[in-house]
């Protein structure tokens, strides 16, 4: 997904109401009353989710672009009102799969898991020809978090996630086989790859928390991240470095001159390695009354192309007055984005408003990758927050190796070398921000918000410059949609399950430790003005 803020969002949204209400109209001009009740018009429909929009019939454009729209609001992290299109679009045909299979989904992540089985068993059931196989790694999920909402239980999915792996296996090879043309088979196997990687993840989740069978487990879970990467260009190791290295050139003692960028305390930037615990840390912030959390969707690093931009014309302008000027309507302008964005959000969600939050005094811009980013956030925000949650190195690794991502930028967290030479560019410009910039980020070592809940609590709200509030001590009891990978286990409260948790694997992760060599210690203590680290990891 690309963070750009929700700005192309708000874009999409316009244009696909403005087809629906067109849709609706023509509908109504040829007198359709929306009935569309019989089984062999439902069934069309269905038919239809893969064909061209030029042939598809006019219920079935509606629902499509109901679907589409949906998933845009999904993506804004709209999510009650994307559960809320979907619904629109199974009005007009109640069993369209594709929107049973993603409002399933967004019940997952607004923690609606009795209603998320109902839509995924649906599909299950319907979908006899397999064709949203992505329905079963939902149905993990909503098993992983609450087995009891689904009484036919993991009996009922594993055989067909068992013999479904079985045939697509044959269908891959028979069209390699058969294949004439290799673009078109470059299509088959992506497809099949995909449909396997689902189903081996599922399984994974299957064996890890209900089995507990750790080989059967580690035998999934290494087959879903093979084909996860089959066809996958190789990780770029020199680009990466590369990029490390020009942080390292550019951001130097110098770069950054006194008295310039916002004096706005305003923005709090939290930033990490994936899977280190960062959204806990938003939930708990977000948990105070004058603090809201704005999702997953980072306006600052949406703006920065914009923001790099400015700042180096304004450079060469030789006019520091200019320079200070334009940096400082940069600020402005993220900070008016992130206030504009969240008070759409809110005033449009049912699941997320909170009354008592209608002015709230910090925002938090959680996205973990920003950390590549720290050398900009000062320069416009001087005085605003950065934390940098940091976790015990091979728990984070392992469970970045074991989560599916998006398509994207994490693709290669599949693998232990590109994975691990990730994380060591990752702490070298860790590193390097300690050096050039002393003290200027607070760092949050996640033991200790497990060990120490309320010790990082109250320390995290101070640094807010905030009055304590004990609502804080009670994040998990609100009601909130969370987009993550973490989506289930911040309902959860604070749990321990997770420290230590890569030991289980331990005697396949070998290789893995080779690789991150001396990056595996965890030499970061919470630095929050105040906090003394409470040994217990």
């Given at each position: 997904?690309?963070?750009?803020?929700?700005s192309?969002h708000q874009?999409s949204i316009?244009?696909?109401?403005k087809?629906i209400?067109?849709?609706?109209?023509?509908?109504?001009?040829?007198g359709?009353?929306?009935?569309?009740?019989?089984?062999?018009t439902?069934n069309?429909?269905?038919?239809?989710?893969?064909?061209?929009n030029?042939s598809?019939?006019?219920?079935?454009?509606?629902?499509?672009?109901?679907?589409?729209?949906?998933?845009?609001y999904f993506?804004?992290?709209m999510?009650?009102i994307?559960?809320?299109v979907y619904?629109q679009?199974?009005?007009?045909?109640?069993?369209y799969?594709?929107?049973?299979n993603h409002?399933g989904a967004?019940?997952v992540?607004?923690?609606?898991?009795n209603?998320a089985?109902?839509d995924?068993?649906q599909?299950?059931q319907?979908?006899?020809?397999r064709?949203?196989?992505d329905?079963?790694?939902?149905?993990a999920?909503?098993?992983?978090?609450?087995?009891?909402?689904y009484p036919?239980?993991w009996?009922?999915?594993?055989?067909?996630?068992?013999?479904?792996?079985m045939s697509t296996q044959?269908l891959?090879?028979?069209q390699?086989?058969?294949?004439h043309?290799?673009?078109?088979?470059?299509?088959y196997k992506?497809f099949?790859n995909?449909n396997?990687?689902?189903?081996h993840?599922a399984?994974?989740?299957y064996h890890d928390?209900?089995?507990?069978d750790v080989?059967q487990?580690w035998d999934?879970?290494r087959k879903g991240?093979?084909?996860k990467?089959?066809?996958?260009a190789?990780?770029?190791y020199?680009f990466?470095?590369?990029?490390i290295d020009?942080?390292?050139q550019?951001?130097v003692?110098g770069?950054?001159?006194?008295?310039?960028?916002?004096?706005?305390k305003n923005?709090?930037f939290?930033?990490g390695?994936?899977r280190?615990?960062?959204?806990?840390?938003e939930r708990?912030?977000?948990a105070?009354?004058?603090i809201?959390?704005t999702?997953e969707d980072?306006i600052?690093n949406?703006?920065?192309?914009?923001?790099?931009?400015?700042?180096?014309?304004a450079?060469?302008?030789g006019?520091?007055q200019?320079?200070q000027a334009?940096?400082?309507q940069?600020a402005?302008e993220?900070?008016?984005?992130?206030?504009?964005?969240?008070?759409k959000?809110?005033?449009?969600?049912?699941?997320?408003?909170?009354t008592?939050k209608?002015?709230?005094r910090?925002y938090?811009?959680?996205m973990?990758?920003?950390?590549?980013?720290?050398?900009?956030?000062h320069?416009?925000?001087?005085?605003a927050l950065?934390?940098h949650v940091s976790?015990e190195?091979?728990?984070t690794?392992?469970?970045a190796?074991?989560?599916?991502?998006?398509?994207?930028?994490l693709?290669?967290t599949?693998d232990?070398?590109?994975?691990?030479?990730m994380?060591?560019c990752?702490k070298?410009?860790?590193?390097h921000w300690d050096?050039?910039?002393?003290?200027?980020?607070q760092h949050i070592r996640?033991?200790d918000?497990v060990n120490?809940?309320d010790?990082?609590?109250r320390?995290?709200i101070?640094a807010?410059e905030?009055?304590w509030d004990?609502?804080?001590?009670k994040?998990h009891?609100k009601k909130?949609?969370?987009?993550?990978l973490s989506?289930s286990q911040v309902r959860k409260g604070i749990?321990k399950?997770?420290i230590?948790?890569w030991?289980?694997y331990e005697?396949?992760?070998k290789?893995?430790?080779?690789?991150?060599g001396?990056n595996?210690?965890?030499n970061?203590t919470?630095?929050?003005?105040?906090y003394t680290t409470?040994h217990?990891?």
């Amino acid at each position: 997904m690309h963070h750009d803020g929700g700005s192309t969002h708000q874009e999409s949204i316009a244009l696909y109401s403005k087809a629906i209400q067109r849709l609706l109209k023509m509908r109504e001009l040829i007198g359709r009353d929306g009935d569309v009740g019989t089984s062999s018009t439902l069934n069309n429909l269905n038919s239809e989710i893969y064909l061209d929009n030029s042939s598809k019939s006019l219920e079935g454009l509606l629902v499509h672009a109901y679907c589409r729209l949906a998933h845009v609001y999904f993506m804004a992290n709209m999510f009650d009102i994307a559960l809320g299109v979907y619904t629109q679009a199974l009005e007009i045909s109640p069993t369209y799969l594709d929107a049973l299979n993603h409002r399933g989904a967004t019940n997952v992540i607004l923690g609606k898991y009795n209603e998320a089985a109902k839509d995924f068993d649906q599909v299950i059931q319907l979908d006899t020809d397999r064709v949203f196989v992505d329905v079963f790694t939902g149905m993990a999920k909503v098993l992983v978090a609450r087995e009891e909402v689904y009484p036919k239980g993991w009996e009922n999915i594993v055989p067909i996630m068992e013999d479904l792996i079985m045939s697509t296996q044959q269908l891959s090879e028979q069209q390699q086989q058969h294949a004439h043309n290799p673009s078109i088979f470059a299509t088959y196997k992506n497809f099949f790859n995909n449909n396997l990687k689902h189903l081996h993840l599922a399984l994974f989740s299957y064996h890890d928390h209900k089995t507990l069978d750790v080989d059967q487990a580690w035998d999934h879970v290494r087959k879903g991240n093979y084909y996860k990467l089959d066809g996958h260009a190789p990780y770029d190791y020199s680009f990466q470095q590369k990029k490390i290295d020009m942080i390292k050139q550019v951001f130097v003692p110098g770069f950054w001159m006194d008295g310039y960028g916002s004096t706005s305390k305003n923005l709090i930037f939290i930033v990490g390695f994936v899977r280190s615990g960062s959204t806990l840390l938003e939930r708990i912030l977000d948990a105070h009354p004058l603090i809201a959390g704005t999702g997953e969707d980072s306006i600052f690093n949406g703006r920065l192309p914009a923001i790099r931009s400015e700042v180096v014309e304004a450079s060469t302008s030789g006019s520091l007055q200019t320079l200070q000027a334009v940096i400082q309507q940069q600020a402005d302008e993220v900070e008016f984005l992130v206030k504009e964005r969240w008070k759409k959000v809110n005033s449009r969600s049912t699941q997320n408003k909170d009354t008592h939050k209608q002015r709230p005094r910090r925002y938090v811009d959680k996205m973990l990758m920003n950390y590549v980013n720290i050398g900009f956030i000062h320069l416009l925000y001087p005085n605003a927050l950065i934390l940098h949650v940091s976790r015990e190195p091979m728990d984070t690794i392992w469970s970045a190796f074991k989560h599916d991502f998006p398509p994207g930028d994490l693709d290669h967290t599949s693998d232990f070398q590109s994975l691990a030479h990730m994380f060591k560019c990752y702490k070298e410009v860790m590193q390097h921000w300690d050096q050039v910039l002393p003290g200027r980020i607070q760092h949050i070592r996640y033991e200790d918000m497990v060990n120490d809940f309320d010790g990082v609590a109250r320390a995290v709200i101070s640094a807010t410059e905030l009055p304590w509030d004990p609502q804080v001590l009670k994040f998990h009891e609100k009601k909130q949609a969370v987009n993550t990978l973490s989506t289930s286990q911040v309902r959860k409260g604070i749990y321990k399950e997770s420290i230590q948790s890569w030991k289980k694997y331990e005697k396949y992760l070998k290789p893995l430790m080779r690789y991150v060599g001396n990056n595996a210690i965890h030499n970061i203590t919470t630095s929050l003005k105040g906090y003394t680290t409470v040994h217990g990891d």
